[in-house]
């Protein structure tokens, strides 16, 4: 027979200062985890929306990072008259050169220096990524020092404004449009032509990678095998979504964090339930005894005070998720040390992260419940009885 | 009975609910402490003496821009330098990325005179002048790959399309930095890679006093050319890395700041646990004649008593800590986290604090209720 969930509802309630004290302390330790893992989950969310699987790219082997490849001008044009490639809107291959450079740039509001990752391209690149939109002002023009910002940058860093004009290399450049590349990777970047970047920088016309845009899945495979046969290309090919789910690397150390916070304070709120747990069970000696007589085993009384425990830690839980959910809205910045430079990205209270974190919640709950729970179960009924 | 056997003993009376207090307490203050030596260790980067007389020169764009070699004997000519190096961060792989360990080539001529604050295993300087091969590998490199002098290794390069072979002609040791791995610049640039060019460049100053002007001259000398320069100390050129990890002191503040009040809840919620059971030999004591301030010193020692052994819990903890490398999960940001005497003394201060402020409440509820009312509420 099983004791009624009731009869933990009601002694919760009735016992409300004690059940709210042990709650919150369950609640900061799940809002803490919830948090921080939040954190690596903006990061990872930033990378893998950022891929598309049609979108190649052609790099140096070995590399980690896009800036960290270099491509010449002749690798350039062997790879655009490759089989395999879509054409773009303007009927000609879609095949990108992309540099690039990141700049030192101070950030708002204490003028700490963190570095952006300007990214050289064509116009085509609107075509294989869409989810990057300008939504203020408009495209840059090829042939000009013209650059496009994304919303998140204009926002983090001192200059980056509609009509300022930032110094990027040598000279000046003017911000002629903002862009919104829906919360992935790009929207931690600044756009310009290409050439115009490449002149800024001394790089001869190269670029880092070329981004091609394969046909369909068969093509791009093929794309990869013809590229890595080719003696005059010794380069790799990678689908862009490979590549971002490379970068979600960065957030590791985030992740390594989380847990080790979310393992010591929930060590810390597991005695500390304990505790609330053994006082519940020491005011109900006689409950005890009584539930006993009745005919309730040993087994229920365990059962009943594990739940009661498990219920606890799961208001504390849920109080913890819901403390967290307003992160969502908070924008945050860290640096991604293979490309050396700033990704800006939300914090993401996802469903799943809450799930862990209410399971985190039951295990505290069990952990910190089951030894008073046993210990309620052990007592002879004659001393229930007599205590009092 | 003393005040404090009455206090130790009525702490002792339920050993199962101090135990956990204690133990609870301890691990919140070790995960404190824990964060401020992490915080600390960011933001106050280890000094000697030499450190604080280094300057570092980089491109004004970027550290991805890298600046001419001919600015060293432009540099060289500023008053108050002593001593101009090249320092370039190589990137280079061993074998597999997961064995990542900082690499640098710098200019060997004055190597030795530039970085003194490390200890060098003997013959290293004769043999790093002599050999372009040469390189100088960290203590704690030494140990991790099991390399020995006169090995030869090989970097992979990933800033630079070039793998370079080394002979390992000695190794250094510092007091905080003992896993870092040094070769000659020139031996960079023969390999077709940096042609011409070097990513910083490090000052050595006379004195401390000649640093900022010598951040100034630097700067305007290369002012409207093509390769503007920035020049910090070495301590803000650190710094800079750790800015870039992102706001790391509001998130470590905001968490430490969590986790005390967590402690709080959790001493304050069973001190009025422990309190609410003693109701009863509260009134005796004070129908005995036991004034109020007696009452309030003894609720409020014992609640300090059981917090200030979850503070000790807590530095044993973190004493423990210390003696890991964490340098392997933290990508080398932080070597080791041992927290600072200081900090344990603050450690303490904040145990016994919380005590305080936990026991505040039932004390004062203890000590101004009156004996009708303490022995009613009990039955």
Redo the contacts between chains.
């Keep these: 027979m099983i004791i009624p969930i009731q009869y933990n509802v009601r002694y919760l309630r009735a016992r409300w ?2 059940t709210l ?2 709650a ?2 369950f609640g ?2 799940v ?2 985890f919830v948090i ?1 893992m939040a ?1 690596a989950q903006g990061l990872d969310r930033a990378f893998v929306t950022s891929g598309d699987p049609l979108n190649l790219l052609v790099m ?1 082997p ?3 990072s896009e ?2 490849s ?1 491509m010449e001008l002749e690798q350039i044009q062997i790879i655009e008259t490759l089989d395999g490639i879509a054409k773009g809107a303007d009927g000609k291959a879609i095949a990108i050169p992309e540099l690039l ?4 740039k101070p950030k708002i509001p204490d003028g ?4 952006i990752q300007i990214r050289g391209t064509g116009s085509q690149a609107f075509e294989i990524r869409p989810q990057v939109k300008v939504v203020e002002g408009r495209m840059f023009e090829p042939g000009l020092r013209e650059i496009i910002v994304s919303h998140l940058v204009a926002k983090r860093f001192q200059g980056f404004k509609l009509g300022d004009k930032p110094r ?3 000279g000046e450049w003017t911000v002629v449009g903002i862009f919104d590349a829906a919360g992935s990777a790009y929207d931690s970047e600044v756009w310009a032509d290409q050439r115009e970047l490449s002149e800024e ?2 790089r001869g016309g190269g670029s880092s990678t070329i981004v091609v845009r394969a046909t369909d899945g068969a093509a791009a495979a093929s794309l990869a095998r013809v590229v890595d046969k080719d003696v005059r290309l010794p380069l790799e090919v990678k689908t862009e979504a490979d590549y971002y789910a490379e970068q979600t690397a960065s957030s590791a ?1 985030l992740k ?1 964090f989380g847990t080790f ?1 979310a393992v ?2 929930s ?3 597991c ?2 339930g ?3 747990m ?2 519940n069970v020491a005011s109900r000696v006689k409950e005890i005894g009584t539930l006993r007589v009745l005919g309730y085993t040993p087994f229920s009384i365990v059962l009943c005070f594990v739940f009661e425990s498990i219920l606890l830690a799961l208001i504390g839980g849920l109080f913890g998720c819901l403390a967290a959910i307003p992160m969502n809205w908070v924008t ?4 991604n ?1 293979q490309t ?1 430079s ?1 990704v800006v990205f939300n914090f993401a209270v996802t469903p799943k992260l809450m799930g862990i974190a209410l399971l985190f919640a039951v295990a505290m709950g069990m952990i910190g419940g089951l030894l008073p729970a046993v210990s309620a179960a052990r007592k002879p009924i004659v001393d229930c009885l007599s205590k009092v | 009975m003393t005040y404090g056997t009455f206090i130790r003993k009525n702490a002792l009376r339920n050993k ?2 101090t135990a ?2 204690v ?6 203050l ?2 404190l402490i ?1 964060l401020q030596a992490v915080l600390d260790s960011l933001l106050n980067p280890p000094e000697t003496e030499e450190s604080t007389l280094r300057l570092v020169v980089r491109h ?6 890298s600046l001419p070699e001919s600015y060293q004997r432009d540099i060289e000519k500023v008053p108050h330098v002593k001593y101009v190096a090249p320092v370039e961060w190589f990137g280079g792989q061993y074998k597999d ?1 997961k064995n990542f360990f900082a690499n640098f080539s710098v200019g060997h001529e004055n190597f030795f005179q530039m970085f003194p604050d490390l200890k060098y295993s003997e013959g290293t300087e004769e043999a790093f002048m002599k050999e372009r091969m040469a390189a100088i590998a960290g203590v704690d490199l030494m140990e991790k790959f099991d390399w020995s002098i006169g090995d030869r290794i090989t970097l ?1 390069g ?2 630079y ?1 070039v793998d370079l072979e080394f002979r390992i002609v000695g190794t250094c040791e510092g007091e905080y930095d003992s896993s870092t791995f040094y070769f000659r610049h020139d031996y960079l640039q023969e390999s077709g890679a940096a042609f011409g060019t070097v990513g910083t460049f490090s000052i050595m100053a006379d004195s401390a006093e000649a640093i900022p002007g010598i951040m100034e001259t630097v700067d305007e000398m290369f002012r409207n050319s ?1 390769a503007e320069t ?1 020049t910090e100390s070495e301590k803000a050129f650190q710094l ?1 890395f750790v ?5 790391v002191q509001v ?1 470590i503040g905001s ?1 430490s700041m ?2 005390a ?3 709080l ?2 001493a ?3 001190m ?2 422990t309190i609410r059971e003693r109701l009863r030999e509260v009134a005796i004591l004070k129908a005995i004649g036991f004034p109020r301030k007696v009452i309030l010193g003894l609720v409020l020692g014992e609640a300090s008593a059981v917090s200030f052994l979850g503070a000790l819990v807590g530095i044993g903890l973190s004493k423990g800590l210390a003696t890991v490398n964490v340098g392997a ?3 080398d ?1 932080v070597r080791t986290i041992d927290p600072e005497p200081a900090m344990l003394a603050i450690a303490l201060g904040v145990g016994l604090a919380i005590g305080v402020i936990a026991g505040l409440f039932p004390a004062i509820q203890a000590s101004s209720m009156s004996i009708n009312e303490a022995m009613r509420r009990l039955e």
């Design positions: 200062t004690g004290i042990t919150v302390t900061l330790v809002a803490v921080v954190l140096r070995g590399v980690q800036m960290q270099f450079v990141v700049v030192n700490d220096p963190s570095n990027l290399g040598k920088f001394d150390p390594a916070l010591i304070m060590i810390g709120a005695f500390a304990m505790n609330t053994y006082g945050t910045g860290t640096t040390f050396f700033e | 199962r609910r956990l207090t133990l609870s307490v301890g691990f919140s070790f995960l824990t004004a764009v970027s550290l991805g821009q990325p992979t990933t800033f399309d093509p920035k800079g800015s870039m990890l992102g706001n998130l968490i969590v986790v009040f967590t402690m809840l959790v304050g919620s069973t009025a646990m999960f933290t990508a940001f």
